[in-house]
């Protein structure tokens, strides 16, 4: 049982250039969640899906798009990367949804723009 | 919306010192609560929840009891280990019902020998 699994662990972007985050969960979980976290401010929800075949904003979108491939899928694309997207990114799933459930998160990813 | 508010950081203390990193909330009736901890280049765990009030979560020797008159969800650990080097978050979901979550902005701990 792997749990959360992200690659790649580490990317170096340059300002324009597009990427794929992926994320995967063996759990069997309905819930998956996009987060970024940046010094100072805490892990801030960018997208979630709280089914396979829906998606909703979260709290940052703007920039990003994401796609719940199927149940056990969730990737997040950068179209056209920028210096303010420098980040970590975490993947997250829930069984039946957060508000009582417990997130298990993935590694994270070590995004850097220049 | 819901919101939580946490103590800022950094906090370090000597192994065995006692620990209490505060945690307040925001919220409309009295939705579940959580505490998550990060070790060093690792993502988030669950380390405890309360789903109601008055409930106290509990575990690896830490505690925090949802408090509705206060509003309140403090950690404390009695004796802390370098092990415990972490951060910390308080986590609310944003709304009754929702799938999500609203994070703290993370306490930093740092334990010396």
């Known amino acids: 049982n792997a749990g959360v699994t992200q690659t790649p662990k580490f990317q170096v972007l340059k300002t324009g250039q597009s990427m794929t985050l992926q994320c995967a969960q063996d759990?069997?979980?309905?819930?998956m969640y996009w987060y970024r976290q940046d010094p100072g401010m805490g892990l801030r929800l960018i997208y979630y899906s709280a089914s396979e075949g829906t998606t909703d904003k979260g709290e940052v979108p703007n920039g990003y798009n994401v796609s719940r491939l199927n149940k056990r899928e969730f990737s997040l694309r950068l179209e056209s990367a920028a210096p303010s997207q420098t980040s970590v990114y975490f993947c997250?799933?829930?069984?039946?949804?957060?508000?009582?459930?417990?997130?298990?998160f993935g590694p994270g990813t070590r995004l850097t723009v220049l | 919306g819901n919101s939580v508010t946490q103590m800022e950081g950094p906090v370090t203390l000597s192994e065995e010192a006692f620990l209490t990193i505060n945690c307040t909330y925001t919220?409309?009736?009295?939705?579940?609560l959580f505490w998550y901890v990060q070790y060093p280049g690792e993502g988030l765990q669950l380390l405890l929840k309360a789903t109601k009030a008055d409930d106290k979560g509990s575990n690896k020797g830490f505690e925090a009891t949802y408090r509705k008159e206060t509003t309140s969800f403090h950690l404390e650990k009695g004796s802390v280990q370098v092990s415990d080097s972490a951060v910390y978050f308080c986590?609310?979901?944003?709304?009754?019902?929702?799938?999500?979550?609203?994070f703290g902005k993370g306490t930093k701990l740092t334990v010396n020998p």
């Open positions: 759990m069997n979980h309905n819930s």
């Open positions: 919220a409309t009736g009295y939705p579940s």
């Open positions: 986590a609310l979901p944003p709304q009754g019902g929702s799938e999500k979550l609203v």
């Open positions: 997250a799933s829930s069984r039946l949804g957060g508000f009582t459930d417990t997130q298990y």
